[in-house]
């Protein structure tokens, strides 16, 4: 789905193959490409407390702040999905999740020191598959509200 959603929007991307770890999270894929880990943005899917689901990138070697996060979107509070209900959100599994053709609209929320970055390397929709892509870009296509919410 995220392919599709990319080329429909005309984005150049470039694709990346490695072999997932289990647990391994951004650190692996990051070692796997050589690239810096905080050039790999995860995908994140939250709830409010009401919830309704939210879809937040962030730099792989940071971690988001779900109090942080709550402020900024002027609700009471989020909390990270459990795996089975982010996959019912996203149509992904996760571990391969990305914001690119999710299966079900929600807000799109995008840590705003990704946009310092010349590249970034994304989720394309499957576990062991990354895309590189401008943060521009990702910016045009998904149009995400830029939060501050990333805790070292």
Known sequence: ?????????GIAFVPHLYSWQPHGGT????????????????????ETERGEPLCILMHGDHEVSVKGLA???GTKAVSPCAPEVADRHSGY?????SPFGLRRAMPIYMQATIRELRQIY???????F???????????VL?????DVAVA
């Open 122 to 128: 994304l989720n394309g929709g499957a576990r062991g």
């Open 93 to 97: 599994q996760v571990g391969g999740t």
């Open 1 to 9: 789905m995220a392919i599709r959603a990319l080329r429909a929007a």
């Open 143 to 147: 149009a995400p509200v830029l939060v």
């Open 71 to 73: 402020r900024a979107i």
């Open 27 to 46: 650190r692996a894929s990051s070692l796997a490409l050589g690239v810096s880990e905080h050039a790999v943005i995860k995908t994140l899917i939250f």
């Open 130 to 140: 990354l895309i590189e892509i401008t943060p521009s870009d990702v910016e045009r």
